[in-house]
């Protein structure tokens, strides 16, 4: 069974026929066996994972075999008429990922991996350390499925972040300028997924050419974030 993490909506018209108006799902498993249904589901768009280290079977595109390979999942997609959503994301639920770390479903803190994905860095990684090794893994896996230039790589702020916690602003903006820096100068666009606030914070110091709103509607400045109607795609 695909975990299928969100309904997407572009953001024109209203009517179900108005081709502005698309479904799309993000999934961090391989959909190969499942793409004859989810076109007859109406899904024209499928989001598929990106990620610097390996955290479990299919979830990232690129190990799930290249352009040309047997049973490569990409070749499937785009043979079936689909198109992709291309995501990056690599522990990125809290703001600790800043910090290079992160916590276990159980709450238990760890060190995110070194450049090799081998062992904990040590010491744990700064936010632009963090942010030149996502970058880095995120133009190479997306040249090795052959994403085309000019299209975007979505970043992912899963967490409820807030405009008032003034340290992981700082921070979030030193990630997210090694990040626009390296993926436009491989000639990529950046995308931001998150909350209100760090889609408007993104925004706002120029860092994000796309914006997908999360569609957890309590977190800060999101509603008036999808007001404000700047929002390219909300999770629905």
């Known amino acids: 069974i695909i975990a299928m ?14 081709p502005g108006r698309i ?6 498993r391989n959909v190969r066996d499942f793409l004859p249904e989810l076109r007859a589901a109406g899904v024209m ?3 598929r994972y990106y990620a ?12 799930n075999g290249l352009p040309g390979q047997p049973g490569s999942e990409i070749d499937a997609i785009l043979d079936h008429g ?5 995501i990056y994301q690599y522990r990125s639920s809290s703001k600790l990922k800043f910090q290079g770390k992160s916590l276990t479903r159980a709450g238990n803190l760890f060190t995110l991996k070194d450049a090799n994905c ?24 997306a040249k090795a499925v052959g994403q085309p230039p000019n299209t975007a790589i979505y970043f992912g702020v899963d967490f409820n972040f807030d405009r008032s916690d003034a340290a992981t602003t700082k921070k979030m903006v030193e990630y997210f300028k090694v990040v626009s820096q390296t993926l436009r100068a491989n000639g990529y666009l ?13 925004k706002r110091h ?3 050419d796309f914006t997908w709103l999360s569609a957890s509607r309590a977190f800060a400045g999101s509603s008036a974030f999808h007001n404000s109607g700047q929002w390219n795609l909300f999770q629905n």
């Open 5 to 18: 993490a969100a309904l997407l909506l572009a953001p024109l018209g209203a009517a179900h026929a108005d």
């Open 23 to 28: 479904a799309i799902i993000d999934t961090s």
């Open 45 to 47: 768009v499928i989001g």
């Open 52 to 63: 610097r280290c390996f955290e479990w079977d299919g979830k990232r595109l690129v190990d």
């Open 82 to 86: 689909f198109a992709v959503l291309s």
């Open 118 to 141: 081998a062992r904990p860095a040590n010491p744990p990684h700064s936010a632009k350390t963090e942010a030149t090794l996502d970058a880095r893994a995120a133009v190479t896996q």
């Open 190 to 202: 950046v995308g931001a997924y998150g909350s209100g606030d760090a889609l408007m914070l993104l």
């Open 206 to 208: 120029g860092l994000a």
